[in-house]
């Protein structure tokens, strides 16, 4: 798929290039997206060069991962929001926010126009998101853009090296107020007979 661009209110969100290394490179140098994401750490300005050269346009190119660099219309970089593809109707979001943008509401924002991307465009039935327990700014952004958390995941992330507990949630096209792609059938809050 050739990467798409996408426009909110005050965002403009697309594919990384090359022309992006500098500014990716820049924003990552941040300590707390080093904590809470799986980026490298130290993160060098090769894992930034590699990123924006080859793992975006792959992603793109394959279906595997479509990842949006967030921008003001000023062409400032706000942050990072990936969806990968896991399987058939599924996608899970991960963004991550420039410590001078954080609060603005930018990065809920975006996650709210890529899903609803996702599914129209790409008939996601299910957007999944997983944050480190802990990294409540991840969650607040999850549950400003309307995800429902449904619990935690024992040692489900790998974050360098080391197994951690995560928060889950999703969001359906529902939520939006959209059509699934396919029926959904809740199963009861409580069995028959109870």
Request: with cysteine; hydrophobic share 40%; aromatic share 8%.
């Amino acid at each position: 798929m050739d990467p798409v661009t996408l426009t909110t209110d005050r965002l403009v969100l697309r594919a990384v290039g090359p022309h992006d290394t500098d500014a990716v490179y820049e924003a990552a140098q941040d300590p707390d997206i080093q904590r809470w994401t799986t980026l490298p750490s130290p993160y060098l300005r090769e894992h930034a060069a590699g990123f924006t050269d080859q793992m975006v346009p792959d992603g793109w190119a394959d279906g595997s991962m479509f990842t949006f660099g967030i921008f003001l219309p000023s062409g400032e970089l706000v942050g990072m929001l990936g969806l990968t593809m896991r399987s058939l109707g599924v996608g899970e979001v991960g963004f991550w926010a420039t410590k001078e943008h954080r609060g603005h509401g930018y990065i809920t924002e975006a996650t709210v126009a890529a899903s609803r991307w996702a599914f129209t465009d790409l008939s996601v039935d299910r957007v999944e998101w997983r944050a480190e327990v802990g990294n409540t700014g991840s969650r607040a952004v999850a549950e400003r853009a309307g995800f429902v958390i449904e619990g935690t995941l024992r040692s489900a992330i790998n974050n360098k090296g080391v197994r951690r507990n995560c928060w889950v949630g999703s969001l359906l096209p529902s939520d939006l107020g959209l059509p699934s792609t396919a029926p959904y059938l809740p199963a009861p809050d409580r069995p028959p007979g109870a």
